[in-house]
T-cell receptor
Framework: KAGVTQTPRYLIKTRGQQVTLSCSPI?????VSWYQQTPGQGLQFLFE???????NKGNFPGRFSGRQFSNSRSEMNVSTLELGDSALYLC??????????????FGPGTRLTVL | AQKITQTQPGMFVQEKEAVTLDCTYD???????LFWYKQPSSGEMIFLIY??????QNATEGRYSLNFQKARKSANLVISASQLGDSAMYFC????????????FGTGTSLTVIP
């Protein structure tokens, strides 16, 4: 079974631009979560989607948004990029809507650099 | 209060020796799952091991075992016979029971295996 895939793997943008990252979960998995990882802040939860609905949201500004499609693929968008948005963005999938027993499996991440 | 606490920012271990990475958690939910992930320098988060709150036995997966002490709310990862490839960041995580609950991650422990 194929793992979680994320595209693109690397991205360089300039301040003020916007960016869209894509995540395809493991086949059959319906929950997708997004995380931002930086050296200073560590791993921070962005949001979680299940059945095209946002189930949970972390403490990030409205410039960060996401969506999930009917095939469970998810995209996240960051508008008006700031230097501090430079980070590794990780996507994770799990079978169901955030049950305690469900493991999350991560993709390889998208490394975003904002210049 | 922090949901997951990892108090060891960095650890060193000699090759072929065993090492214990500490993790304590905080929850009042009787149903929860505990997870350990490994993150090599490449960035991908690799799932290692899972322990459910109702599991009677400590989880084991190959060279990884989880020392689960429920009363003390600790879930330490034990890596036996360390290998050079074990050098990485290790993250402890928890998801509480029920639907729609997010994952909580600790700040991680950087493990270096010395030849």
């Amino acid at each position: 079974k194929a793992g979680v895939t994320q595209t693109p793997r690397y991205l360089i943008k300039t301040r003020g631009q916007q960016v869209t990252l894509s995540c395809s979960p493991i086949s059959g998995h319906r929950s997708v979560s997004w995380y931002q990882q930086t050296p200073g802040q560590g791993l921070q939860f962005l949001f979680e989607y299940f059945s095209e609905t946002q189930r949970n949201k972390g403490n990030f500004p409205g410039r960060f948004s996401g969506r999930q499609f009917s095939n469970s693929r998810s995209e996240m968008n960051v508008s008006t990029l700031e230097l501090g948005d430079s980070a590794l963005y990780l996507c994770a999938s799990s079978p169901r809507a955030g049950l305690g027993t469900d493991t999350q499996y991560f993709g390889p991440g998208t490394r975003l650099t904002v210049l | 209060a922090q949901k997951i606490t990892q108090t060891q920012p960095g650890m060193f271990v000699q090759e072929k020796e065993a090492v214990t990475l500490d993790c304590t958690y905080d929850t009042s939910d009787p149903s929860y799952g505990l997870f350990w992930y490994k993150q090599p320098s490449s960035g991908e988060m690799i799932f290692l091991i899972y322990q459910g709150s109702y599991d009677q036995q400590n989880a084991t997966e190959g060279r990884y075992s989880l020392n689960f002490q429920k009363a003390r709310k600790s879930a330490n990862l034990v890596i036996s016979a360390s290998q050079l490839g074990d050098s990485a960041m290790y993250f402890c995580a928890m998801r509480e029971g029920g639907t729609g609950n997010q994952f909580y991650f600790g700040t991680g422990t950087s493990l270096t295996v010395i030849p």
